[in-house]
């Protein structure tokens, strides 16, 4: 299956565990709960939760258990953008092309979305529907892996250190470290809660840890290097919008060559990293060099 | 003991519990986890850690393995406070007697702080210190019915149907099912936690489970009475606040007569649950009949 075919595949299996999921839109209090749909089926490629499918595959998992841990991935991730477009953090009026949750719902009210993501996300993770098909401990250590990842030294942490030092000037470390918390630890969390799960051996968990770690950094500074060259009807949000708000980026502080150098290392790098695994991971090596190319 | 004097105990063993569990102020981001600190070691009487551990005593469990889930229940409870007092929120300038986290850290740093104890909290549920002192199974229930209460349906609901009925007619049903949800929830989580871990049978988790949702809701018409009756210096906010932003309360859709004796009611019918249960609930009893008599 070509990397597009696949990614389109998993992603339909994924909008479906997800309208499963997620309590209905008519769900008392129904005004919360059409909060927490809009922010959820407003699009989005659904990255995370294919890298934890696609992970699981790769050692040989079968994709239908992994379907509500790969729901929750996209949880926090929402929850996460819907609490950076707030007027107080990031100020976005756009998000995948539509106007933002505080924009639709008001403020109170996507602060509250963005509670109820998160706080579902760890629900669904112990319901009956998951537990069933997972060992317990094992299920309590990916648990634990993906709240350590999405914490305060993680992804909370590291919105907090993008957040504070912008229009500060950022330097090389400092930038990666901000990237690897605010994205990498999500997207290196989603790949190791697939492997784990699917009963990845030492030497796979390894593998997939390391591609994680690099499909991760690769993912920001192309998401940055899209910020100022892609255009917005395809990104859906501003162009430049990093830059006009003094944001530490890649190409900020590295220019844009050196970026784009960067993220190719990286996909060089994630695609050595999975040598140990056979052609069960070209779904991973794939997502990896549809990260480093893709124009929106 | 008395129950001053076992309250007092129970919440000197929560805070060292809530001190070696958080991560360290000067982690890094400390600007984060100064912000969490603030918060979480703001004060505060920590009911819902002491009701997780005086259930869990009740059926004659051991203090000591349900002090990480005691601390998470605060986590979660200080999370809400922090991200009720925002300005699209509550907008409150007082909490427990200082300055709110977002007047004292600015409106992202105290978003991100909530976000980050929400996280932390299913992180401590899930870290070595807790798995190895309970059963997975049973540890994967309290998670789910932790989520739950705190979730779209339990305590975000319930906050957010208090935000959109600010000012407007809510009748006695309407009332109930806001307090239910925003306090009711979680306070019942607490003691069944509790008892759960502590391996109550089926007939204690009945008798602590009508225990939980009698004192929930009469703690929070205690505080609906307080917030009429009581002293800013004590309670630690504005007095009439309330009123003055137009929020439905017991005493406000009742009349303060009435809400005192459908405190008095839930107290009686709290000490009655508790019937099957021996000696060892006393700490319960006490903690009922403090709730419905504090003065702040």
Redesign the interface.
Known sequence: METAEYLEARRLLVDEALRRVL?PET???A???RA?HYSIFGGGKRLRPVLVLAAGEAVGGAVEPLLPVAAVLELIHT?SLV?DD?P??DDDDLRRGRPTSHRVF????A??A???L???A??L???PDC?SRHD??R???V??EI??A????GM??G???D??SEGQAVDAAGLESVHRRKTGALIRASVRAGALLAGASQVQLEAITAYGEAVGLAFQIADDILNVEGEAATTGKAVGSDAAKGKATYPAVHGLAEAKARAAALLAEALKSLEPLDHRADPLRGIARFIVDRQR
């Open positions: 309590p769900a008392e209090p005004l919360l709960h927490m929850y609490h707030l107080a953090m008001g403020e109170a009210v602060i509250l963005g509670d109820a998160l706080t579902e760890f629900g993770l112990t319901a537990v317990p401990k299920l309590l250590t648990i634990q709240a350590a999405a914490g305060s030294r909370v942490g919105q907090t250190l957040i504070v």
